[in-house]
Every structure is written in C-alpha cells, then in structure tokens.
C-alpha cells in the first residue's frame, strides 16, 4: 500500500488539505471523507502526468 503525509484543517464549513510533497495543490471538501477523495484524485492526476505544469525537484550537488 502506498501511503502520503497529508497536512489538512477545517476553515468553516469546508475541510481544506494538500499532499505534503505536493503543497502547491490545495483542495478541498465539504466534509473529511469528501477531502480526502479530493486528495486521491489529485494524487492519481499528478503521477499519470494529469496535470499541466507540474513542477519538478531535484538535489542539486554544488562543488
């Protein structure tokens, strides 16, 4: 099973969240269970290069 540190928190009505190696991608829902979806998806769209922009990382060594 893969699993993903994800940071989330309630702000009225709405539970907002993102992935912790991707915070750039917020979403969020109208109940914890609906985020967490939310939060599915967006993983399925971003590791099947689903999304468009995607930013990239890497350890650059300096000399």
Do not use: A, C, H
């Not at 969240?17 to 269970?33: A, R």
């Not at 099947?48 to 000399?63: D, T």
């Amino acid at each position: 099973m893969n699993k993903k540190t994800i940071t989330y928190w309630q702000d009225g009505d709405f539970w907002l969240g993102y992935i912790n190696d991707y915070p750039e991608y917020v979403t969020q829902g109208m109940s914890f269970e609906e985020l967490i979806e939310n939060l599915k998806d967006i993983y399925y769209d971003i590791k099947n290069e689903l999304v468009p922009g995607k930013r990239k990382s890497l350890e650059l060594e300096l000399i």
